[in-house]
């Protein structure tokens, strides 16, 4: 059967004026990333991801540290949603009292529930369906003796596996918080439908590694 692989970009930067730049710790990630799955013994891995620069950075080396040559196969359906146009719409955008990753991290919660509840004017679905629809593509395209790389975002992998698991809005949130950067979700596909088999896999950055664990 086909085995997609999703893996959340490299930590991003986080203080700077532009987010969507890997910092060198999420580059160092990256590449820890593609060695763990070269370990798995991918079978002829195609390698997609978004558009934005931290998944198309973080794709790049990803397939340096896994050995595998080519370029990423774009695709925008696997972006980010834009964390600063969902916190003006549902809450307010971050200042100094937010400025902390914990207390950002408690606005953009909010402001997730709000946008995924939100079933009339929010939007989620049509993000959450898309994404789910990239996937299910992908899987076709592969067949059963292949497996995919997809580099993406937190909200993406949150809004797949809260689909697959059919959770609630809270539960779709509570996935958002824990996807470490460039952890591993294992996704399935067979007779009986795609499932989920492992989410947010983070063994590459346990022991030795320990201080490259990283949520945002």
């Keep these: 059967m086909p085995v997609v692989h999703l893996v959340r970009h490299g930590q991003a930067s986080f203080e700077a004026e532009d987010y969507d730049v890997l910092s060198d710790l999420g580059r160092r990630q990256a590449e820890i990333a593609g060695a763990e799955l070269a370990r798995r013994g991918l079978r002829e891995p195609l390698v ?11 794709a790049e080396l990803l397939m340096k540290g896994a ?3 080519g370029r990423p196969r774009i695709d925008a359906r696997w972006n980010e949603y834009d964390h600063i146009e969902l916190l003006r719409r549902y809450g307010r955008e971050p200042d100094e009292s937010s400025a902390d990753r914990q207390g950002f991290q408690q606005l953009l919660d909010h402001a997730l529930t709000a946008w995924i509840s939100d079933v009339d004017h929010g939007g989620w679905e049509g993000f959450r369906t898309g994404a ?6 992908l ?5 059963p003796g292949r497996d995919a790389v997809v580099v993406t975002s937190g909200g993406v992998l949150s809004a797949v596996c809260g689909s697959l698991l059919s ?3 809270a539960g ?4 958002h918080k824990v996807v470490v950067n460039a952890a591993i979700t294992t996704i399935t596909a ?4 795609i499932g989920l088999l492992a989410f947010n896999d983070h063994a590459h950055f346990t022991g030795e590694r320990r201080a490259l664990l990283t949520y945002r």
Excluded: K, M, Y
């Design 48 to 58: 997609v991801c978004g558009t934005l620069s931290r998944q198309r950075d973080t």
């Design 172 to 175: 779709t949130v509570a996935l």
């Design 190 to 193: 067979g007779r009986s439908g």
């Design 67 to 69: 050995g595998l040559d």
């Design 139 to 143: 899987i076709a395209e592969l067949g």
């Design 132 to 137: 789910r629809t990239a996937l299910e593509e």
């Design 167 to 169: 959770a609630s809005p």
